[in-house]
């Protein structure tokens, strides 16, 4: 049921619904069809030298050409903005207006088109909730060992041996985070080797850098 909506990107098909798939192959001709109007104006202006340098740009969802302030009532259309140093202004092109208003309504009608299919694939999985939130937890498992055994390739570690006993034996270790901050760098990580038991229970550490 999911793949039949779903693809691997996580997207709703075009295929989720006939009517999914008219609106988008509405949408698609629209922006195809804006896109060639506004090209052809972003061409008249800059040749009628009324474009600042940014050109164009996008306004509250909506396209708009990038004037001149001192040019902008010589452009016919809708003005949506200025630029903050007021020397830009941003003008939606009365030619590319219907076209806009098109676009804007087909993305709507696409949101509510993906949520009453979202909705009605929710109501159909519901029936398996338990047996899918155990694939959840299962999987949140596998994802914890893979990151584990990932992190412990990346820093050469070792399956630790632990032991009910007061005792430490280091064979050539060093800090995770100091080696991979080092691995980064192109710098060597000087290993240590430590033992600490029954007989060797005291670890002095001196130096001018010493914390305590």
């Not at 806009?100 to 309504?105: A, G, T, W």
């Not at 993906?114 to 519901?126: A, E, G, H, M």
């Not at 055994?149 to 990346?154: G, N, Q």
């Not at 009910?164 to 080092?182: C, E, S, W």
Request: aromatic letters at 8%; hydrophobic letters at 40%; one cysteine or more.
């Amino acid at each position: 049921m999911i793949d039949d909506v779903v693809d691997e990107q996580g997207q709703v098909k075009d295929s989720a619904s006939p009517k999914l798939a008219e609106i988008r192959m509405s949408l698609y001709r629209r922006r195809n069809e804006l896109r060639r109007v506004f090209e052809k104006i972003i061409s008249k202006l800059n040749k009628q030298g009324y474009l600042a340098d940014i050109e164009e740009s996008f306004m509250n969802g909506r396209r708009v050409v990038a004037v001149f302030a001192e040019q902008k009532r010589m452009v016919k259309g809708i003005l949506h903005g200025e630029s903050d140093s007021r020397r830009t202004a941003f003008i939606e092109p009365e030619e590319t207006s219907h076209l806009s208003n098109e676009v804007s309504h087909l993305e709507n009608d696409e949101r509510k088109e993906v949520y009453r299919i979202l909705q009605k694939l929710t109501d159909r999985l519901s029936a398996y909730s338990k047996l899918l939130n155990a694939y959840h937890i299962i999987l949140g498992e596998f994802d914890f060992i893979r990151a584990k055994a990932k992190f412990a390739l990346d820093i050469n570690g070792e399956y630790p041996l632990v032991l009910d006993k007061a005792l430490i034996h280091l064979v050539n270790a060093f800090h995770p985070l100091l080696f991979l901050y080092n691995k980064k760098q192109n710098k060597p990580t000087i290993p240590l080797s430590l033992s600490l038991d029954q007989n060797r229970r005291i670890l002095l550490i001196s130096g001018p850098q010493c914390r305590w």
